[in-house]
């Protein structure tokens, strides 16, 4: 054999934990020189040499075969490439081919003065030798970042087992055509249908029939059938079959490429608990749209990663195009992440997506277009706990050009979810921004915006939990006849940064902030800006008795709640006898004619007086 690629891959120094396998494993004490028959294996030059017996334990090691003198591997020669526990695979002999060793020495070891012992850990059957490729590949890999070195390192592991076929045209080839005489190791297709159609992929022989996914039989020449599964490697879902042509339905392909993802890996049973264990791509190309005309349901273990040219679309009425497992609370989804490209409701899907139970899910740099109702939806009524923990961020939820605001609609749908964030969000073409229970969680420069030609805003955030922090968040108008930049219904929201304008053509009585009774907020440092008498209030409601509003700005506010205020006597108020002088803690009243929950029948002056308060610059309510 040739052995791993001397001039390029004989390093290997980052690979101390694997090393890049050997030919042979001596037998006995050998000299250290020369072409020799080792394990009934004559060598060639530049095979590597496990050399374990000898007499000067110092002298172990990996070495390389000459004519002359032999030299220790570059993989190991230096003092950091060898610790107690390392290992490495043999390929040949007759006494010890596929068998792993490992060093037992005691650390620190120092090349060529530490006595070095292997211990034999594993003598491999053909379905074992999976975990050694994935080990020995990722071993020559680790040498060189360049690609060509990484395929050629896999091909030489491979080839060095002899265990390998020549690469097939396509898996359905080895199904139909391929008629081997005793089943090879592994199987390289070129394709799933056809060569080049993107699903590529190594398989390893299985002596039974997996019972999970990405399987397929091979017909012996005399007779019997031989099982292959997927070797571990890099996953996408070209290699279950999907075309991503924009016309083919992909759902079922797309459901056993991640059902593959939950059948290989089962979580401890101590807590049911699945950290990430795959990763299932999905490419784009020149074929990118993924049509699917049911749910695609993401399992717990997988990470869904879609290229940025990649989209997920409905092709039919559904609920969503993306949801999880309709499990309870304790096998819910764990871990999971969805990450890139489009999912596009394409106006049949009721939701882009809906996680249903979930604790730990990301969904970040994802583009959702034209659900029917929701962009996204976060969690169900029935779950008993669980539903938190969720890391939403770098999302744009909007609708195609020219489709108006649905009635009803909204970005992001809260039904039960807490102790979750969401970050640099756009949402747009939506009656709510953001809507629903949501408990103790951040919310970070999210950006809610509506055509006005389309349709109004609603609420940007209307919120029916508690204790959560609005920070940098903004709201465009124009917001409909009595909507509100923000709502709450209980006490405990902090509003820090955020802004709202609304200063858009056209009248809109509404509001930017409004507290139900007992939805005491904390307001601080923002910003409400209107059309000169469109916003009826910056912050107002029963709520506000209780409230802390600290530093907000408003301009063109009719009605006027914050600390930061246009002194009175502007076109927004009738004033009424204020002092000329005024000092600080002087008081009066002005006239506003929809204040009737402050002051009415004020003597010389009718109903809807206001009273306010100098606070040594400004008149402000109080």
């Known amino acids: 054999m040739t052995s791993i ?25 050998i000299h250290l020189s020369d072409l020799q028959t080792i394990d009934g294996v004559a060598l060639n030059e530049g095979d ?8 000067d334990a110092r002298y172990n090691g990996i070495w390389v075969a000459d004519t002359g003198l ?20 043999v390929v040949d002999g007759t006494n010890f081919a596929r068998s792993g060793w490992y060093v037992s020495s005691n650390n620190p070891i120092k090349i060529g003065e530490t006595e070095i012992t292997f211990t034999q850990n594993m003598l491999l059957n053909l379905e074992q030798l999976e975990e050694y490729v994935e080990q020995a590949q990722l071993a020559a890999i680790s040498a060189s970042q360049d690609a060509e070195v990484s395929a050629q390192a896999r091909d030489e592991v491979l080839a060095a087992l002899g265990a390998a076929v020549s690469p097939l045209p396509s898996r359905q080839f080895a199904i139909d055509d391929f008629r081997p005489l005793v089943p090879p190791a592994f199987i390289q297709v070129l394709g799933y249908s056809d060569a080049g159609d993107g699903g590529a992929a ?4 299985s002596a039974t029939e997996p019972l999970h996914q990405g399987k397929f039989p091979v017909t012996l020449l005399l007779g019997g059938t031989a099982w292959y599964q997927l070797a571990d490697q890099p996953l996408n879902v070209k290699m279950f079959g999907a075309k991503g042509d924009g016309v083919t339905d992909d759902w079922q392909s797309i459901t056993n490429a991640i059902e593959y993802c939950r059948q290989t890996y089962t979580p401890p049973s101590s807590r049911p ?18 049509l699917v005309s049911k749910p695609v349901v993401h399992v717990a273990g997988c990470t869904i990663l879609m290229a940025s040219g990649a989209s997920l679309k409905a092709s039919a009425a559904m609920s969503s195009v993306v949801t999880s497992e309709n499990v309870n ?30 604790s730990h899910y990301t969904v970040e740099d994802v583009m959702m277009f034209d659900p029917v109702l929701n962009h996204i939806e976060l969690g169900i009524l029935t779950a008993v706990g669980g539903v938190y923990e969720a890391m939403v961020k770098g999302l744009v939820l909007r609708r195609s050009v020219g489709i108006p605001t649905p009635v009803g609609s909204c970005g992001i749908l809260i039904t039960k979810c807490g102790d979750s964030h969401f970050e640099d969000i756009i949402i747009m073409s939506v009656e709510s921004g953001m809507k629903g229970a949501l408990f103790d969680s951040k919310i970070s420069r999210v950006h809610v915006w509506n055509d006005p030609v389309l349709g109004g805003l609603g609420t940007g955030f209307h919120i029916t939990g508690s204790q959560n922090i609005f920070s940098q968040c903004q709201v465009d108008g124009p917001l409909i006849s009595g909507g509100s930049g923000w709502y709450f219904t209980l006490p405990g929201n902090v509003m820090i940064g955020c802004s709202l304008n609304g200063e858009t053509a056209g009248t809109n009585i509404a509001q930017g902030v409004y507290l139900e009774a007992g939805a005491n907020t904390t307001v601080v440092g923002c910003t409400f800006k209107a059309a000169s008498g469109t916003l009826s209030g910056d912050i107002l409601g029963p709520g506000v008795a209780g409230s802390v509003l600290i530093g907000n700005l408003s301009t063109n506010c009719t009605l006027t709640q914050g600390n930061r205020l246009p002194m009175v ?31 009415s029948a004020v003597t010389g002056g009718g109903s809807n007086w206001v009273p306010v308060v100098f606070n040594g610059s400004n008149w402000i309510i109080g």
């Not at 690629?5 to 004490?29: E, H, Y």
């Not at 030299?71 to 610790?83: E, G, L, Q």
């Not at 190594?202 to 022989?205: I, K, R, S």
């Not at 764990?334 to 979930?358: K, N, S, W």
């Open 273 to 290: 608990f699945y950290p990430q264990r795959w990763t299932m791509y999905f490419p784009d190309g020149e074929a990118a749209t993924y």
């Open 202 to 205: 190594l398989y390893v022989y």
């Open 70 to 89: 032999w030299r220790r591997a570059k993989d190991f020669a230096s003092n950091r490439d060898v610790r107690q526990g390392t290992q490495v695979f």
């Open 5 to 29: 690629n001397i001039n390029r891959l004989d390093g290997l120094s980052s690979a101390t934990a694997w090393k890049g396998p050997v030919r042979v494993a001596t037998t006995a004490n």
């Open 329 to 358: 609370y304790l096998s819910n989804h764990h871990f999971g992440r969805f990450e890139g490209g489009t999912i596009d409701g394409a106006g049949v899907a009721q939701r882009c997506m809906h996680p249903l139970y979930f």
């Open 48 to 55: 590597r040499v496990l050399v374990k017996d000898q007499t």
């Open 569 to 599: 006597g502007t076109p927004s108020y009738t004033v009424s006898a204020l002092p000329s002088s005024p000092k600080r803690g002087d008081r009066a009243f002005v006239h506003d004619a929809s204040a009737t929950t402050f002051a």
